[in-house]
């Protein structure tokens, strides 16, 4: 294995450590009504688990609210009973038709309790990107012992991967404090 193709095998990781950070986030309720909290639910719908985003229209008419609208309307009490058994702490009301879902006001408290979640999303993410950068320098040195290539590429590259690895920490601490900044917003 080249210096090359080790490179570019860490830059992958540390990117799809980056890419689940900003889908977790995605999944964290703010203030706002946002149809990415749906995403992780899903509906028994004829006996196949299936994400609410597949069985309905979701529209956001107002910041403080969502409404799901079912292509098949007698999938509407399976689509809120899966939201009721969530953990979105939100209270679906349904009229027949549509169900609306109404976002309150987070209460300080749960803001930092979701700002200490986002924490631990953005430390799963780091310790990601540092294990792609431990694997890198393990290949590298492995490709040394196997004079593929020379100490000074070695050391080099090992270089290279530190820089990557500081990039991902700083691409991840940036979206955490914008993560923070809006979940803490009133």
């Known amino acids: ?4 193709e080790i490179m570019m095998n860490a830059e992958e990781r540390m990117e799809n450590a980056l890419d689940a950070l900003h889908n977790a986030f995605g999944s964290v309720r ?3 009504a946002n149809a990415k909290v749906l995403d992780r639910i899903k509906v028994d719908y004829y006996g196949a ?3 609410i985003n597949q069985l309905a229209g979701v529209k956001t008419p107002d910041a403080h609210l969502l409404v ?3 292509w098949d309307k007698s999938s ?4 809120e009973r899966a939201i009721m058994e969530s953990d979105l702490g939100v209270t679906p009301s349904n009229d027949g038709m549509v169900i609306r879902l109404p976002f309150p006001e987070l209460t300080e408290e749960r803001r930092r309790e979701l700002v200490k979640l986002c924490k631990g999303y953005a430390e799963d993410a780091r310790v990601s990107v540092r294990n792609a950068r431990r694997d890198a320098n393990s290949q590298l040195a492995k490709a040394e012992k196997a004079s593929e290539i020379t100490e000074d590429d070695q050391r080099r590259a090992e270089n290279d991967v530190q820089k990557l690895t500081d990039k991902y920490i700083d691409k991840i601490e940036d979206a955490f404090k914008a993560k923070e900044s809006e979940v803490m917003a009133i």
């Open 1 to 4: 294995m080249d210096v090359d």
């Open 30 to 32: 703010t203030g706002r």
């Open 49 to 51: 688990m299936t994400p």
């Open 68 to 70: 799901i609208e079912p």
């Open 76 to 79: 509407l009490k399976s689509i």
